[in-house]
Structures are given as structure tokens and as C-alpha cells.
């Protein structure tokens, strides 16, 4: 059975960078689409999707246009891992992130739609202040 833990997150200054890992066991994240989803600090705001990547040497990937410029996915098949490199980080990143798999494998495109994906990590706190 898939598990997904997420790890790298913490306290960065504005415009600091992060790491956040995304790794697999039980099953292999190479068959299925990977996205990376947020949950501010504000319940009413509900989760946001992030990025994700899909599956396929040449793979989609999709940013929210909030991020788009400042963090890159990427997927390391060897290590079983996803990574969301956060670049130029602002406080309105703040938030806790998860990782999630897309339910249907072999999917060349990938969708921020969290209703798309059956499998979600336990997250990792990510804090952007001053």
C-alpha cells in the first residue's frame, strides 16, 4: 500500500528557498501523476493546488500562477521521490503542504484538482516571515 511523506519544510526568511520532498513507499510514484497541494493558515480559504507532474520521460507540469517563475517540481525515479524547489519565497506562501498521487496512472498530464487524487501525504509546515 502507497505511503507518502513529506519532508524539507520550516522557517525561511522572505525570499528564501526550500526543498520539500515528496517520497514513496510501498508503491512506485513513476506511474502516476504527483501534485503538491497547500493549506494556508485561514480555513476559509480552503486547499490550493500548487504544482504537479505527470507521468512520462517528457513530463507536464502545471504551477498555480501564484508560483510560476519561483518553484519547480521534478521527480527522481531512483530515490522514489518528488521535489518542490521554492524559490523567492513570500509570506503568503506560508502554509502547510501535502503531496498527493493521481488515482489514474499513466496519465500523460496532470491536473491541480485535488478531487483527482486518492492518496495524500501527512504534510510538512512551511513558514515564510521576517
Known amino acids: 500500500q502507497l505511503q507518502l511523506v513529506e519532508s524539507g519544510g520550516g522557517l525561511v526568511q522572505p525570499g528564501g528557498s526550500l526543498r520539500l520532498s515528496c517520497t514513496a513507499s510501498?508503491?512506485?510514484?513513476?506511474?502516476?501523476?504527483i501534485g503538491w497541494f497547500r493549506q494556508a493558515p485561514v480555513p476559509e480559504k480552503g486547499r490550493e493546488g500548487v504544482?504537479?507532474?505527470?507521468?512520462?520521460?517528457?513530463?507536464?507540469?502545471v504551477y498555480t500562477d501564484s508560483v510560476k517563475g519561483r518553484f519547480t517540481i521534478s521527480r527522481d525515479i531512483a530515490k522514489n521521490t518528488v521535489y518542490l524547489q521554492m524559490n523567492s519565497l513570500k509570506p503568503e506562501d506560508t502554509g502547510v503542504y501535502y503531496c498527493a498521487r493521481n488515482m489514474r496512472p499513466f496519465l500523460g498530464f496532470c491536473s491541480l484538482n485535488e478531487a483527482r487524487y486518492d492518496v495524500w501525504g501527512q504534510g510538512t509546515q512551511v513558514s515564510v516571515s521576517s
Open positions: 510501498g508503491e512506485t510514484l513513476e506511474t502516476n501523476a
Open positions: 504544482s504537479c507532474i505527470s507521468f512520462g520521460g517528457d513530463s507536464m507540469t
